[in-house]
């Protein structure tokens, strides 16, 4: 069955650090690759995706996912956070065409970022 | 563009009741799922309904159900309410030209007493 990892439930930075969320999924075929955020007490937005071509996405808001194919990893990456990044991170797979129509999430990662 | 709507925000019910969740997707959206998010479970998965038809579901009990209306808006029923069931639940849509791409509404929160 497919899953998701990730393998940090907490992360906690100071402005300006830079951050970077693991993200493994388990599925031998080809996937598109989300990663989706909620801000306290606001719904899920999606943040980024990858469906196929350059392994380097850009999402919204200075963030940028690598797909390694090779790791089955699609770790989140950001020069820079600020406070108001502070939210919880999910990285999600579904099948490519999308034809089970679900997504498989990772439980999220927490980040608190100090002023 | 008004994005996903659920109602309602909050629900309250008993064990044995039963709950109706709603969800209105983005207009020009053909699929809506819903998941449920129960504390320390993570996003999981309950049904996928496109073009008025179930397409797919999780592993939840035949008690989850729900359906899709001709204009696209679904309904998630839960019948005899278990203390467990208490959630959030999200409906999510997407378009029929990029179904893998999903967007989520802000959720009903389900308190079952």
């Known amino acids: 069955a497919q899953s998701v990892s990730q393998h940090n439930h907490h992360v906690i930075l100071s402005e300006a650090a830079s951050l970077e969320l693991g993200c493994n999924y388990s599925?031998?075929?080809?996937?598109?690759l989300f990663w989706y955020v909620q801000y306290p007490g606001q719904h899920l937005q999606l943040l980024l995706k990858?469906?196929?071509?350059?392994?380097l996405v850009k999402g919204i808001k200075g963030f940028e996912a690598e797909f390694i194919k090779s790791k089955f990893s699609f770790n989140l990456r950001k020069p820079s956070v600020q406070w108001s990044d502070t939210a919880e991170y999910f990285c999600?797979?579904?099948?490519?065409?999308?034809?089970?129509?679900?997504?498989?999430f990772g439980k999220g990662t927490k980040l608190s970022v100090k002023p | 563009e008004a994005g996903v709507t659920q109602s309602p925000t909050h629900l309250i019910k008993t064990r044995g009741q039963q709950a109706t969740l709603r969800c209105s997707p983005i207009?020009?959206?053909?699929?809506v799922y819903w998941y449920q998010q129960a504390l320390g479970l993570g996003l999981q998965f309950l049904l996928w309904?496109?073009?008025?038809?179930?397409?797919n579901r999780g592993n939840f009990p035949p008690r989850f159900s729900g359906r899709q209306f001709p204009n696209y808006s679904s309904e998630l029923n839960v019948n005899a309410l278990e203390l467990e069931d208490s959630a959030l639940y999200l409906c999510?849509?997407?378009?029929?030209?990029?179904?893998?791409?999903?967007?989520f509404g802000p959720g009903t929160r389900l308190l079952v007493l």
């Open positions: 999510a849509s997407s378009h029929q030209d990029s179904q893998e791409t999903q967007y």
């Open positions: 599925y031998g075929g080809t996937v598109n």
């Open positions: 990858y469906f196929s071509g350059d392994p």
């Open positions: 999600a797979v579904n099948r490519y065409g999308g034809s089970q129509g679900n997504l498989i």
């Open positions: 207009s020009g959206h053909t699929s």
């Open positions: 309904y496109d073009e008025g038809e179930e397409r």
